[in-house]
């Protein structure tokens, strides 16, 4: 039988920091809202949840990785929206962040967990902070969640 590991959505006593752009605040504010909220009903103690607010989404790297290589959390939650405009500007961002926040957590062996909206309009966003497709702020800290745990199971390896 192949032996298989899986991380249960229960937290402990571990540390979570979450990053959180405040360019588009309305709905990054929710995307935050929905993370703690997840955290806490899965057992996450709220003095063990640290919220750090940047300017926008290209910031939000940087802190991860200073988050992350403190020694501090045992993951980084990354909540940005990226909502497209008229210019490139859209693709730019969108690439900087996928690239860094993926480089903080191959870099540092924490989990770092993209929880970033990238959306063609401001009702996409708002659906995906909450609305019609739930929120991705609390299905981004579910992700944390299961891969602190996955990453214990297999540091016992």
């Known amino acids: 039988m192949v032996k298989q590991l899986q991380g249960p959505l229960q937290g ?4 979570y920091a979450i990053v959180v752009s405040r360019f588009n605040d309305f709905i990054t504010s929710r995307l935050l809202d929905g993370a ?5 009903r899965h057992g996450v103690n709220e003095d063990n949840i640290l919220a750090v607010w940047v300017p926008g989404a290209f910031e939000v790297p940087l802190a991860a990785d200073k988050l992350a290589q403190s020694g501090k959390f045992d993951a980084v939650i ?8 008229q210019t490139s500007h859209y693709d730019h961002v969108c690439q900087q962040i996928t690239r860094g926040v993926g480089e903080v957590g191959l870099k540092t062996g924490v989990p770092t967990i993209f929880g970033v909206v990238t959306t063609d309009t401001l009702e996409q966003a ?12 609390a299905k981004a800290a579910l992700t944390a969640l299961e891969m602190v745990r ?6 016992k390896l």
């Open 36 to 40: 703690i909220d997840a955290l806490k």
């Open 78 to 85: 990354c909540l940005s929206a990226v909502i497209r405009g």
């Open 12 to 15: 402990g006593k571990e540390k």
């Open 126 to 137: 708002i659906d995906r902070a909450g609305a019609k497709d739930g929120n991705n702020g």
């Open 150 to 155: 996955v990453v214990e199971e297999i540091n």
